[in-house]
């Protein structure tokens, strides 16, 4: 590791400990009533709840494969759903860890049929650029548990706007970094990604939701759309796996504290087991990659013809 991912390591390490300990504080009078919600999910919803995060995970694969095929890539969807599912490990850490590590296993296993490196950070502003708008829209739920001022949700749909025009101008150009944002050129690419991009956010509200329920929480659709803004925002920080339980806390933690700590480690857990099974299924398939399973036969290159030998021919004299 370089200096500088030693020292975001370090910090990320350091966030997760502080407030795992704010909330070990926080829960240290409640601590019954933590282990009994923990135990309240059934089995059924938490598996429900990771297989919500694994088709989260393969449906922005696959908007990010489209980007990336849009900026010239000419790599299969096998190998780079691969190469998404084991860059997915990093997000456990930090969501900018998470895009680094993609990239890197990308342009690690096939280097000839992917871009360079610029082009392929701009193939995932697109998603995120999307992402942000519609966290814009649905700010407003975001207006009553944190206290924002009414007209908050205007100005951060009007920046997202302008976000939007920058790049659509920016996506013209067809060298270095703008190549990454050739997808907003057309109509077909762009109604791709959002629609990939909605389905994901909708298996992550929908896994909110079902986790709050679960336990007892009486969470809205929009209750769990604003955790899941949470804890978009929270991701970029460095506190690692501690990201589910303080988003919900800090959303709802008007319900009780303990109950809501216990929903952000259940969603932490299934969302962590999701993308688990993602990243095992990429090891397994580089794994039979390398013994040799799932290839096609190499057909061996045939003999050439004999050419026929021509009769000598008689000279009379």
Do not use: Y
């Not at 370090?10 to 601590?31: E, F, I, M, S």
């Amino acid at each position: 590791m370089t200096r500088k991912g030693r020292s975001s390591a370090a910090a990320t390490v350091a966030g997760a400990a502080a407030v795992a300990v704010v909330l070990a504080l926080v829960l240290a009078d409640r601590r019954d009533e933590f282990a009994e919600a923990l135990r309240a999910a059934p089995l059924w919803v938490l598996l429900l709840a990771a297989a919500l995060q694994v088709l989260a995970l393969v449906t922005r694969c696959e908007a990010w494969r489209t980007c990336v095929a849009a900026a010239g890539a000419t790599i299969s969807r096998r190998r780079l759903f691969r190469a998404g599912g084991l860059g997915n490990l990093g997000s456990l850490v930090n969501a900018n860890l998470g895009a680094a590590a993609r990239i890197a296993v990308l342009r690690r296993s096939a280097p000839d049929e992917t871009p360079r490196i610029p082009a392929l950070i701009a193939a995932e502003i697109p998603i995120i650029t999307i992402e942000a708008v519609l966290a814009a829209l649905s700010s407003f739920t975001l207006v009553g548990p944190l206290g924002l001022p009414w007209w908050t949700p205007l100005i951060a749909l009007a920046v997202m706007l302008g976000v939007v025009t920058v790049l659509r101008r920016l996506a013209g150009r067809d060298h270095g970094f703008c190549r990454g944002l050739a997808v907003l050129r057309s109509l077909d690419g762009r109604t791709r990604v959002i629609a990939l991009v909605l389905i994901a956010v909708f298996a992550q509200i929908a896994r909110n939701w079902l986790v709050l329920h679960a336990l007892g929480v009486d969470a809205s659709v929009f209750d769990a759309t604003a955790v899941l803004i949470a804890m978009v925002v929270l991701a970029q920080l460095p506190i690692g796996p501690s990201v589910g339980a303080a988003a919900v806390v800090v959303i709802l933690g008007s319900d009780g504290v303990a109950l809501t700590a216990a929903a952000g480690v259940l969603l932490t857990a299934t969302g962590t087991a999701g993308a688990l099974a993602f990243a095992g299924w990429a090891g397994l398939d580089l794994l039979s990659r390398f013994r040799g399973g799932g290839r096609a036969p190499v057909a061996e290159p045939s003999a050439p013809a004999a050419r026929p030998v021509a009769a000598p021919v008689a000279v009379h004299s």
